[in-house]
């Protein structure tokens, strides 16, 4: 029978190991001149992490560790795609005071122009 909670719980770590390893590899793959360099960077990238996030964050075991990393590997690049210019920063979110309403949007209720 399919354990659907191991394989969700697999899915959560895949997903927060995505994000740590697409950030890394776009930090340093200024470094590769080719695409397939790349691919195989990112697959070597997103195993060696992914294993050694598994056995330190969490209590997954190898054979799983492996699953959590290939999942990661197939899933880092469409979610950064997916997310690219649709983040804004921390601090924009949290200071956000007021909202900016073109003049030619506002409506007069009482008349006066």
């Known amino acids: 029978m399919l354990n659907l909670t191991l394989l969700q719980q697999m899915l959560v770590v895949s ?10 590899i776009q930090k340093t793959k200024k470094f590769f001149p080719c695409s397939s360099c790349l691919v195989i960077y990112n697959l070597v990238v997103n195993f060696v992490v992914g294993f ?6 969490t209590s997954v075991g190898f054979p799983n560790s492996l699953w959590v990393s290939f999942f990661s590997f197939i899933g880092a690049d469409t979610i950064y ?9 921390y601090s924009s979110l949290v200071n956000i005071d007021y909202i900016t309403v073109k003049k030619s949007n506002i409506i007069n209720v009482d008349g006066d122009k």
């Open 81 to 89: 795609k997916s997310l690219e210019g649709k983040l804004k920063d």
């Open 15 to 24: 997903i927060a190991l995505s994000v740590i390893t697409c950030a890394f």
């Open 52 to 57: 050694l996030f598994c056995i330190t964050f």
